[in-house]
């Protein structure tokens, strides 16, 4: 991060918009990639994220809340994810916007400035997020949403965010850029920072979402809080987790066996299970092709649900209200979101399936969900890969099903 050059006037500064709302940039900043190297970062490709996080925002005060909300976005950067918000809703009754970098802060303040926000809806702070939840821990009322947007991984704020966040049905945003870590690329390293073990497998979005959502509720028991998934997301190399927090001891460990597990991967034949409760029940042989060499494991994992129904349906009617850039794919995402829920972890990647058979032509994936449908299994789209379905057929079965669909077409 360049912290000299701090002395710049607004003639230092490039005008910009996103949404409706029109933004400054340090000049030297424009057009390059987006990376910690940058004066201020912004990332144009983040839009999806940041329109994402104002629509979930507004759903969790419309169902959850149900009043004025106080928000802290301790990585603001620009400050354009909560200018944005704070343009598109009166829901909101104040804004901290927090940066460590001094330069971001400086920026925030013109934004601020720039877009006539008043001084009583947003308050702009230089500190270290992990601090500045520390105070507001100790502050008697506390916010009802806490967003992360650190560059890679969250794993460090999550424990301080709980000590700050409303203790029940507070909302916490969080976002995970270091997806090479939980997809299993760097194993090791997954499991220094996540305390699990990944598996880089033809579905390890998902696995790398159920880590980190498995991490942040063992955070959050550690501090006598539960969760409930609201809306898991992957898009474009980053996870984004919208979660609020619940008490009560008993009904965290009542939830326990639900909330964690494994998944059992047998890398011969692709079969997958998950398990929830004893590992040391299950078989050491592949159930399908009796392997016993190919078995890998990932966990421990979130196993309980990604998202709420009613979130999702409330997000949707808002997407289709607020005309976002990304509106379609938004509206992509929470259908397939949707169809995730009650679905089994994990998805089969038909195209790949399909090459391994050696089929002539990849077949239309509602087909093939028509197909397994009609022979008492579930199926369903999944938002994690748009080239892939969920099923709880098992891989053996769906090999058939490929293979008879390409003689009969
Ligand atoms: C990925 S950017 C945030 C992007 C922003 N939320 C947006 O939508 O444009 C990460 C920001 O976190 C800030 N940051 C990094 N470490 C921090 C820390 N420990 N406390 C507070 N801010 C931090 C960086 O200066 C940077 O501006």
């Given at each position: ?29 424009n ?112 916010p ?14 999550i ?19 270091d997806?090479?870590?939980?997809f ?134 808002l ?38 058979l ?21 199926a ?30």
């Amino acid at each position: 991060m360049k912290t000299e050059n701090q002395d710049f006037g607004k003639n230092k500064y490039i005008t910009k918009q996103e949404g409706s709302v029109k933004f400054l940039l340090h000049e030297l900043d424009n057009g390059t990639i987006p990376s910690k190297s940058m004066n201020v970062f912004y990332n144009k490709r983040m839009e999806l994220n940041r329109d994402i996080s104002i629509l979930a925002v507004i759903a969790y005060s419309n169902i959850v809340s149900q009043g004025s909300l106080v928000v802290v976005d301790s990585m603001a950067a620009s400050g354009i994810g909560s200018i944005r918000l704070l343009k598109n809703t009166k829901t909101v009754e104040k804004i901290y916007l927090n940066d460590i970098n001094p330069i971001a802060v400086e920026l925030i303040k013109n934004n601020l400035e720039l877009n006539e926000i008043e001084s009583n809806q947003a308050e702009v702070l230089n500190k270290d997020a992990n601090l500045l939840f520390s105070e507001i821990s100790r502050s008697s009322a506390l916010p009802d949403v806490i967003s992360i947007d650190p560059f890679g991984t969250p794993n460090l704020y999550i424990d301080s965010a709980f000590k700050a966040i409303k203790k029940d049905k507070g909302l916490l945003c969080i976002t995970a850029t270091d997806t090479a870590v939980l997809f299993g690329v760097k194993p090791k390293v997954c499991i220094r920072k996540y305390m699990a073990k990944p598996l880089h497998t033809d579905y390890c979005k998902e696995i790398g979402a159920r880590i980190l959502l498995s991490f942040i509720s063992r955070i959050a028991n550690i501090n006598n809080l539960g969760i409930i998934p609201l809306l898991t997301f992957y898009s474009n190399h980053f996870i984004r987790i919208f979660t609020i927090t619940f008490r009560g001891k008993s009904k965290i460990s009542k939830d326990l066996p639900k909330s964690y597990g494994y998944i059992i991967h047998c890398k011969s034949c692709g079969n997958r299970s998950s398990v929830i409760e004893n590992l040391l029940k299950v078989p050491q042989k592949c159930p399908i092709c009796l392997s016993e060499k190919h078995l890998s494991y990932s966990g421990p994992l979130w196993v309980g649900e990604l998202h709420q129904k009613s979130y999702l349906e409330e997000l949707n009617l808002l997407n289709e209200k607020f005309h976002f850039k990304n509106k379609n794919r938004i509206r992509k995402i929470l259908k397939f979101a949707l169809n995730e829920i009650n679905m089994p972890i994990s998805y089969y990647n038909i195209h790949k399936i399909s090459q391994q058979l050696k089929l002539s032509s990849i077949p239309k994936l509602e087909d093939i969900i028509k197909i397994i449908e009609e022979k008492g299994y579930k199926a369903s789209r999944t938002h994690f890969d748009f080239i892939s379905i969920k099923s709880d057929m098992k891989i053996d079965e769906l090999k058939k099903v490929l293979r008879q669909n390409e003689k009969l077409n």
